[in-house]
């Protein structure tokens, strides 16, 4: 009894204590649970790391403080714009300019940044933030965003350098557009916000504008239309390639090959756009027809480089001719690089699939080039990422189609458009109810998130099987 009786005591001793426990129960088990998946699945983490992100701003944007009327937006067009702005998307339902605040620009802008940073990154860097610590997965997840650009114990070292390397490239392009906008006429701050809201958009391919019309009025002016371009160019060929580019410099063989790949493909994809676009839109009396030589061809140039996934536009989209809209879904939907600000299926999707029409055709058993094989499994991951965006597309445009009412070559143009996260619009967003904004704002999360995800899952997932069953071929084509 007295031994009992002296112990009594300590349980009341540790009970002022109880609350705090109590109160670092909830950080323990999101911590424990945002662990948990790190290191099982990076799938969900993704997928968990960009809903409440998402989330987040869409909450921020329903304030208020947000809207220049003082009143609550409704919720299908927060959520629309804040899956716009963190999918680096830029379709837009209200207008940036006259319906948002600086606070609602700001949230934007935040979310622009935040969401440029990659799918994976922002995963990783969840986890880091939560647990304080990436798992042997974790830094298998960071590792496969950043195309296993360096050791695995160099993690955390290479997400400093993504965002590094953001802030650097985005602060060179605001020093490069305040100017000009001071010289326009604007005071210094505005100067100062359109520079920088520029800059964070158009390496993002983001593609929002804080002015009401847009960079139209800048159509013919080089000095803002060539940093739009160099940043939408840089931003499109991902974080991989500009960190091969900063060590190795323009040093061909030194280059891996994911960057021959994506350099290569970008630069015939844009070359081919700016050619076709001309040749399209030369003689259209309501784009570019009385224009001279000079401002068809950077109204061209503009337009390829925009296409696959900036967002910019110089010209109506409605008013293009319809073999112009054809070209530009088929750009959209090839987007730039992979773990890069742009969408689309990514350019190096698109060279392993022409590569292996390429040897199929010769009758060679290896996919082969620049001296190296590409594994089957890539292949496969290839055809995955096709497959899947060409079905989340071929869905929503149905869906679309049966909700608006509208024409076809719109339905297709805004359904690649949201898909492939460009931003490009016919203006059909902003005419859909409800429900088919609800459509387009999971199409951009899933464009952003899913095949990314998917080729991410695929690649870091081995099954062994000890067996295999006879080969045998069926009829093909």
């Given amino acids: 009894m007295t031994q009992s009786q002296s112990r009594s005591p300590r349980p009341a001793s540790w009970h002022p204590d109880q609350p705090e426990r109590e109160g670092l129960w909830i950080f323990t088990g999101l911590r424990d649970f945002i662990d948990n998946i790190a290191n099982t699945s990076p799938a969900r983490l993704a997928l968990t790391a960009f809903s409440l992100v998402i989330l987040l701003f869409t909450g921020l944007l329903s304030l208020p403080a947000a809207s220049a009327d003082g009143i609550v937006t409704p919720l299908h067009d927060a959520m629309f714009t804040a899956a716009s702005a963190v999918c680096v998307t830029g379709l837009t339902v209200v207008s940036t300019a006259t319906h948002w605040t600086f606070f609602g620009q700001l949230v934007i802008l935040v979310g622009i940044f935040v969401g440029g940073l990659g799918t994976l990154t922002l995963a990783s860097l969840l986890a880091l933030a939560v647990s304080k610590r990436l798992g042997v997965r974790g830094k298998l997840i960071a590792q496969e965003a950043m195309n296993n650009a360096g050791r695995l114990g160099e993690v955390g070292t290479l997400l400093r ?8 490239i985005e602060g060179a392009l605001a020093l490069a557009l305040i100017p000009r906008f001071m010289i326009l006429g604007e005071d210094f701050w505005q100067s100062v916000w359109h520079g920088v ?22 159509e013919t002016d080089l000095w803002i239309l060539i940093p739009l371009m160099l940043g939408v160019f840089l931003g499109s060929l991902g974080f991989p390639v500009v960190m091969v580019l900063q060590q190795n410099g323009l040093n061909w063989r030194k280059w891996n090959l994911h960057t ?4 290569q493909v970008s630069f015939i994809l844009l070359a081919a756009g700016t050619f076709l676009w001309a040749l399209m839109e030369w003689d259209n009396a309501r784009t570019i027809a009385h224009m001279n030589l000079g401002d068809k061809i950077i109204h061209s140039l503009f ?13 109506d989209q409605n008013y293009m001719e319809s073999t112009t809209m054809l070209l530009t879904d088929a750009l959209m939907f090839a987007g730039g690089g992979s773990a890069s600000t742009a969408g689309g299926i990514k350019v190096t999707t698109i060279a392993v699939m022409f590569l292996a ?12 080039v620049y001296g190296r094989t590409i594994p089957q499994g890539t292949m496969r991951v290839a055809i995955s990422v096709i497959v899947a965006g060409a079905t989340l597309v071929s869905v929503s445009s149905f869906l679309l189609l049966q909700i608006s009412g509208a024409t076809l070559d719109r339905v297709l143009f805004e359904t690649i458009s949201a898909f492939a996260t460009v931003g490009l619009s016919t203006n059909l ?5 409800p429900e088919g904004v609800y459509v387009l704002t999971a199409l951009m999360f899933m464009g952003r998130v899913g095949t990314v995800t998917l080729a991410a899952a695929l690649a870091l997932r081995q099954r062994s099987q000890l067996y295999h069953y006879p080969e045998e071929r069926p009829i093909i084509g």
């Fill in 303 to 315: 337009a390829s480089v925009m296409t696959r996934s900036g967002g910019f536009n110089l010209v």
């Fill in 429 to 433: 967003s902003a005419e859909l109810p």
């Fill in 357 to 368: 029409i390429a040897a199929e055709a010769r009758g060679d058993a290896d996919v082969k």
């Fill in 260 to 263: 021959k790949l994506t350099i």
């Fill in 161 to 168: 350098i993504v965002i590094t390397t953001s802030v650097v």
């Fill in 197 to 218: 809201f520029y800059s964070i958009s158009a390496f993002n391919n983001a593609g929002f504008t804080p002015h009401s019309d847009g960079i139209v009025p800048y």
